[in-house]
């Protein structure tokens, strides 16, 4: 497989979903995905946000306007990575950075701060 399909939600709307598919370049992402887990290999934070330093640094030179799919394609490698090596630490360096990602992505979605803060709130 060369290729990598994304399906993403691009709406604004939380209630409200419209999904678009993007393809990526294995070959392309590849290099990335290496370099991200390299940077987390040998760590052994107690948290998985002491990760994001390392992670940022290589994800801060990818120009995108939407680098939420990007993120999107490199945990699907990640996870190929990650089934294939049959690494579950915690502290691998491909599951560190699967964890980076996600929480990316989480952040990133429409309504997931005001949820989060409704729930710190109000509990």
Known sequence: MKKIIVKYNVSDNPWIQRYETITFNREKLLPIVESLINS??????KNS??????VNIILDNIE???K???YMAIIK???EKIIAQSKYN???GATAVKR???CKIAYST???IEAKRYNELFN
Request: glycine fraction near 4%; aromatic fraction near 16%.
């Open 40 to 45: 987390c290999e040998n760590k052994d934070y």
């Open 49 to 54: 946000y002491q990760y994001d330093k390392h």
């Open 64 to 66: 995108v306007a939407n």
């Open 68 to 70: 939420r799919p990007v």
């Open 77 to 79: 490698l990640l996870d």
């Open 90 to 92: 915690w502290h691998d």
């Open 100 to 102: 980076c990602l996600e």
């Open 110 to 112: 429409p309504g997931f």
